[in-house]
Every structure is written in C-alpha cells, then in structure tokens.
C-alpha cells in the first residue's frame, strides 16, 4: 500500500496562495490521491480527490504530476480559517478505507 | 442531515472499567470505521464496518471490539480500559467510493 510524505509543517501569509506538496513514490496505478484537513482538535474534513487528472472544487485545487508520484494541494487565498493540518493520504479505488494511512500531516499556519 | 454524531464527547474513566463508545450516522452509508489519534500523531484504524453484520479489524484492534447490527450505528467498546487507550477517538463513514465524513471525536482518559 502506498504511503505518503508531506513536510511537518508549512507557513503561508494570509491572502497568498498556499501550496502544500506530497510525496506518493510507490502510488499504484488504481490508488486515488485524497486531502483532508483538521482544524484544531477536530474531526478531519474531506477536501479533495484524484486519480490522475487536476481537480478543482470550492475548497481547493489538487495537481497531480503526470508520473502520478507527487501531488500538490493548492488554496488559492489562504485565510487564517485554513489554518490546520492538512493530511495527504492514498486509499484504493476499491475496498474501502481500512488500507487508508493518515500519517502526521502538513501543519499550515497561516499569518496575518 | 446531522451527519456522524459520536457520545460522549468527554468521559474519564479508572483502569479496568468497561465503556461503549457510541457512533451514529443518518447518510445510509455502508462504510463505517473507528480512529483513534493520539497527541501529535495521525489517525489509525481500530477496526472497520462494511455494512451491517460485518466487521474487520484495522491497525490497532487489540483491547477494542465493535459490532454493527444496523447500518445506521457502529459503537466501540473497550473491555478493560487501561491508560495506554488514552486518546481522541472518531468515528467516519463512507459510501465505498466516496470521501469519508468524520464526527466530533470523543476525548477519554484513563487513570
């Protein structure tokens, strides 16, 4: 199963975009590419997912390179509300999330 | 739609006492699993649901059982707390496809 590696933490000012990478070398070609975020002592949240294409939704944009190793997460005008920790993780586009591993994430903290 | 909701969200409990965890989610989602992170590190799986009637463990099972007798509910026991199962737990849940929604943790300490 494919784990990931993401720096222990990040700083970003406020406004700015705020470009957090991960690093998925061993990614399978049927694993997507899932992020998630937790706010303080929260349950995580669900941003965003890929296979292989870029996606955008409300929230973010996901850039996967073409040899699918890496990704990056993009929030386009950080607000201090993103400040988190941001977890990239690799799940198998079939069974489910029990081969799921959420390592120690990204820690983003953004600056006024 | 209220989503995962877990109780207690607070509960300290003595070496050796029994205690259920309560996970309840109003999605009809098939996927339901049990977290638990401990200070500074990630979420790793105790054991996770397919659907009602199934069951299977994850990374951490041992001192921890589950059942799931509806499709709506997932609660966690702990047979005999000790100080090590000291953490924040969540519980999520999923279509198998989909992005998993995760509830409000509960905080428990063992003395």
């Known amino acids: 199963d494919a784990k990931t590696t993401q720096p222990p933490s990040m700083d970003c000012a406020e406004g700015r975009a705020a470009n957090l990478p991960c690093n998925h070398s061993?990614?399978?070609?049927?694993?997507?590419v899932y992020w998630y975020r937790q706010i303080h002592s929260q349950g995580p949240q669900y941003i965003i997912h890929?296979?292989?294409n870029n996606e955008t939704n409300e929230m973010a944009s996901l850039i996967i390179t073409e040899d699918r190793k890496s990704s990056t997460l993009i929030l386009p005008h950080a607000t201090l509300r993103d400040t988190a920790v941001y977890y990239c993780?690799?799940?198998?586009?079939?069974?489910?999330?029990?081969?799921?591993?959420f390592g120690t994430g990204t820690k983003l903290q953004v600056i006024p | 739609n209220a989503g995962v909701t877990q109780t207690p969200k607070f509960q300290v409990l003595k070496t050796g006492q029994s205690m259920t965890l309560q996970c309840a989610q109003d999605?009809?989602?098939?996927?339901m699993s049990w977290y638990r992170q401990d200070p500074g590190m990630g979420l790793r799986l105790i054991h996770y649901?397919?659907?009602?009637?199934?069951?299977d463990q994850g990374e951490v099972p041992n001192g921890y059982n589950v059942s799931r007798s509806t499709t709506e509910d997932f609660p966690l026991r702990l047979l005999s707390a000790a100080p090590s199962q000291t953490s924040v737990y969540f519980c999520?849940?999923?279509?198998?496809?989909?992005?998993?929604?995760f509830g409000p943790g509960t905080r428990l300490t063992v003395l």
């Open positions: 061993t990614i399978s070609g049927n694993e997507y």
């Open positions: 993780i690799v799940r198998p586009v079939s069974g489910g999330y029990q081969k799921v591993t």
């Open positions: 649901s397919v659907g009602a009637g199934i069951t």
């Open positions: 890929g296979l292989k």
């Open positions: 999605m009809n989602h098939e996927y």
């Open positions: 999520a849940s999923s279509d198998l496809t989909d992005k998993q929604f």
